[in-house]
T-cell receptor
Framework: KQEVTQIPAALSVPEGENLVLNCSFT??????LQWFRQDPGKGLTSLLL?????REQTSGRLNASLDKSSGRSTLYIAASQPGDSATYLC????????????FGKGTLLTVNP | DTEVTQTPKHLVMGMTNKKSLKCEQH?????MYWYKQKAKKPPELMFV???????INESVPSRFSPECPNSSLLNLHLHALQPEDSALYLC?????????????FGSGTRLTVV
């Protein structure tokens, strides 16, 4: 059974810092991995989707990497801003016929002005 | 249009009421999903509709009844809910029925059962 772990559970940084959020998964046979952002009481906003054949994806100040063999993904946020404060979730789409998404529990990020 | 739209944003209902949640997408996505999310927990899958047919029911109680009138619309009919059903209900869609191209989520309906 696929398990997804996100470390740390919470992170507080001063504005302007570069930071890394971690996501690990137990079964490397994944199809893709998606990073989401969730503001309190709101829905999920897709940040980046990495297919299993890709090593990284970039969007603006965000860069996500994938090392399928070691079961790890990282989300790098450059020059953090208070508006980046949110919960960040990673979700794994397994390979094969089981396409049910498995979510991590999220990292709560607070960027202090 | 790259959004999944959910209505209403907030809903308060009594345990004897019948209400419905609505979800709409115009991206041509062929699969739509209902998730339930409790506070400080990740979303939990409830139902999957693929090409307008119910393909997954994650053993959800019958007081939740999904409906997919067409490929753009997804409803969740609620009846005789319990206070523990209070949660954020999220709708999502994917281009195909397998999530091979990722998922798009709506902004959710905050449901409170009193």
């Amino acid at each position: 059974k696929q398990e997804v772990t996100q470390i740390p559970a919470a992170l507080s940084v001063p504005e302007g810092e570069n930071l890394v959020l971690n996501c690990s998964f137990t079964d490397s046979a994944i199809y893709n991995l998606q990073w989401f952002r969730q503001d309190p009481g709101k829905g999920l906003t897709s940040l980046l989707l990495i297919q299993s054949s890709q090593r990284e994806q970039t969007s603006g100040r965000l860069n996500a990497s994938l090392d399928k063999s070691s079961g790890r993904s990282t989300l790098y946020i450059a020059a953090s801003q208070p508006g980046d404060s949110a919960t960040y979730l990673c979700a794994v789409r397994p390979g094969g016929s089981n396409y049910k998404l498995t979510f991590g529990k999220g990292t709560l990020l607070t960027v202090n002005p | 249009d790259t959004e999944v739209t959910q209505t209403p944003k907030h809903l308060v209902m009594g345990m004897t009421n019948k209400k419905s949640l609505k979800c709409e997408q115009h991206m041509g996505h062929r699969a739509m999903y209902w998730y339930k999310q409790k506070a400080k927990k990740p979303p939990e899958l409830m139902f999957v509709y693929s090409y307008e047919k119910l393909s997954i029911n994650e053993s959800v109680p019958s007081r939740f009844s999904p409906e997919c009138p067409n490929s753009s619309l997804l409803n969740l009919h609620l009846h005789a809910l319990q206070p523990e059903d209070s949660a954020l209900y999220l709708c999502a869609s994917s281009q195909d029925g397998l999530g091979n191209y990722g998922y798009t989520f709506g902004s959710g309906t905050r449901l409170t059962v009193v």
